[in-house]
Nanobody, 114 residues
Framework: QVQLVESGGGLVQAGGSLRLSCVAS????????MRWYRQAPGKQREVVAV???????NYPDSVKGRFTISRDNAKNTVYLQMNSLKPEDTAVYYC????????WGQGTQVTVSS
């Protein structure tokens, strides 16, 4: 049974930082491409960070230079370091694993106050 469990969300003031974690089980984590998505109320889910099994990363312009994705294969964990947070970063953040199929976590709420 595949499980992705996110943690680290919360309430932070604009300009602050948060670090999200996602622990995976039931998959071969080391060969999985991992992504963080977010979904704000009334908006479509969008990808905010990608890290391939080989460690290559990619970000949309909206978060480039502020967000950093990383992974620890020994801990089956992917991280999202979010700095210089803005109110428009407020959303539910989801962890996604792509290995043969796509798997999702339950999401963690991030709220950035102005």
């Amino acid at each position: 049974q595949v499980q992705l469990v996110e943690s680290g969300g919360g309430l932070v003031q604009a300009g602050g930082s948060l670090r999200l974690s996602c622990v995976a089980s039931g998959i071969i984590f080391s060969i999985s491409d991992m992504r963080w998505y977010r979904q704000a109320p009334g908006k479509q889910r969008e990808v905010v960070a990608v890290i391939t099994s080989g460690g290559r990363t990619n970000y949309p312009d909206s978060v480039k230079g502020r967000f950093t994705i990383s992974r620890d294969n020994a801990k089956n964990t992917v991280y999202l370091q979010m700095n210089s947070l803005k109110p428009e970063d407020t959303a539910v953040y989801y962890c996604n694993a792509l290995v043969y199929s796509a798997y999702w976590g339950q999401g963690t709420q991030v709220t950035v106050s102005s």
